[in-house]
C-alpha cells in the first residue's frame, strides 16, 4: 500500500519569502512574470496632448465655419451686384423684348447719360457711336441680368 501523509506535518513553500506579497491583490502593480504589466500615467501629459488636440480639432472646424461664411458673402455681393444691375436695365430704355438666357449689352449714353439696352455689342458699332459700354449681360429665368463683362466701373 502507499505511504500515509502524515496532517500534522509542516508546509515549506520553496520561494522565498522576501519574494511573496500576502495580499498581491492589493499591490499597484504586478506581483508576478504573468500580471499585467502597469505603469504609472502621466496625467499632465495625457491632459495637455487632450487640451492640444481639441484646439486643434476645433480650429479646423472654425476655418471650415469662416470659409463658409465668406462664399455665403460672396453669394450674397453676387446676388445684390445682379439686383442693382437689373435695376438699371429696367430703367433703361429698351427697343426690344429681352428673351431669357439671350445675351445682351447695355450702354450709357455720353449726352444725357441714359442707359440703352441693345443687341448691338461694343466691337459692332461704328466709330461714330456715342455711347458709352457698360456691361455685357444675360437675362436669367429669375428676370435678374447676370453680368457676363463690364467695364470698368458701373
Known sequence: ???????????????????IA???HLLPYASN?????????????????AVSAMYEQTDMQM???K??????????????RRV????????????IKPL???????????????YLLSLVAPDEWGRTSRLNF???VKLLADHTWEILDQAEEI
Do not use: C, W
Open 100 to 114: 431669357i438666357s439671350h445675351t445682351y449689352h447695355l450702354y450709357q449714353r455720353e449726352k444725357n447719360s441714359s
Open 33 to 49: 512574470v504573468g500580471g499585467a504589466v502597469i505603469k504609472a500615467v502621466d496625467k499632465g501629459r495625457i491632459k495637455g496632448l
Open 134 to 136: 457698360v456691361a455685357t
Open 84 to 95: 442693382e444691375i437689373s435695376e438699371i436695365i429696367y430703367q433703361a430704355e429698351m427697343s
Open 67 to 80: 470659409e463658409q461664411i465668406d462664399l455665403l458673402a460672396a453669394q450674397a455681393r453676387a446676388i445684390q
Open 63 to 65: 476655418s471650415q465655419i
Open 1 to 19: 500500500m502507499g505511504k500515509k501523509v502524515e496532517k500534522n506535518e509542516e508546509f515549506i513553500n520553496p520561494i522565498d519569502p522576501d519574494k
Open 22 to 24: 500576502e495580499n498581491p
